[in-house]
T-cell receptor, first 112, second 113 residues
Framework: KQEVTQIPAALSVPEGENLVLNCSFT??????LQWFRQDPGKGLTSLLL?????REQTSGRLNASLDKSSGRSTLYIAASQPGDSATYLC???????????FGKGTKLTVNP | GAGVSQSPSNKVTEKGKDVELRCDPI?????LYWYRQSLGQGLEFLIY????????KSGLPSDRFSAERTGGSVSTLTIQRTQQEDSAVYLC???????????FGPGTRLTVL
């Protein structure tokens, strides 16, 4: 059974700092990995999708990497801003299935 | 274009009552998913519809839960004889192709008293 773990559970940083969020998964047979953002009381917003054949994806100040063989992904946020404060969720799509398996998230607070 | 929409946004019900939650996916998306997000449990898969194929119901927690998708578009998740442990946010997502980005709706917050 696929399990996704995110470390740390919570992170507080001052504005302007670069930071890394970590995600690990137990079964490397994945189709893809997605990073989402969730604001309080809201749904999920997709940030980046990395296919299993890819190593990284970039969007603006965000960069996500994937090391499928070791079961790890990182989300790098450059020059963090207070508006980046949210919970960040990592999820994988298992090979042979379409469902997403989620980690429990990292709650990020960026202090002005 | 319009994103995934869900209704109602909030639902409060009494234990033992039945509830229906609705999801309108993005137009043209062939795949639709239901997930549940509860405190301490994180996000859990419930059910998946893809075109005219039989749905993947492997995540439904009990036979009190059912879902249908009419005309390949709108989906309804029904919970019969609700229990307090059913209290959660129910999220719907849709996607246009295999292993593509899943787009989520805002969710329905269900509270069972």
């Amino acid at each position: 059974k696929q399990e996704v773990t995110q470390i740390p559970a919570a992170l507080s940083v001052p504005e302007g700092e670069n930071l890394v969020l970590n995600c690990s998964f137990t079964d490397s047979a994945i189709y893809n990995l997605q990073w989402f953002r969730q604001d309080p009381g809201k749904g999920l917003t997709s940030l980046l999708l990395i296919q299993s054949s890819q190593r990284e994806q970039t969007s603006g100040r965000l960069n996500a990497s994937l090391d499928k063989s070791s079961g790890r992904s990182t989300l790098y946020i450059a020059a963090s801003q207070p508006g980046d404060s949210a919970t960040y969720l990592c999820a994988v799509t298992q090979g042979g299935s379409e469902k997403l398996v989620f980690g429990k998230g990292t709650k990020l607070t960026v202090n002005p | 274009g319009a994103g995934v929409s869900q209704s109602p946004s909030n639902k409060v019900t009494e234990k033992g009552k039945d509830v229906e939650l609705r999801c309108d996916p993005i137009s043209g998306h062939t795949a639709l998913y239901w997930y549940r997000q509860s405190l301490g449990q994180g996000l859990e898969f419930l059910i998946y519809f893809q075109g005219n194929s039989a749905p993947d119901k492997s995540g439904l927690p009990s036979d009190r839960f059912s879902a249908e998708r009419t005309g390949g578009s709108v989906s309804t998740l029904t919970i019969q004889r609700t229990q307090q442990e059913d209290s959660a946010v129910y999220l719907c997502a849709s996607t246009g192709g295999l292993a593509d980005t899943q787009y989520f709706g805002p969710g329905t917050r269900l509270t069972v008293l």
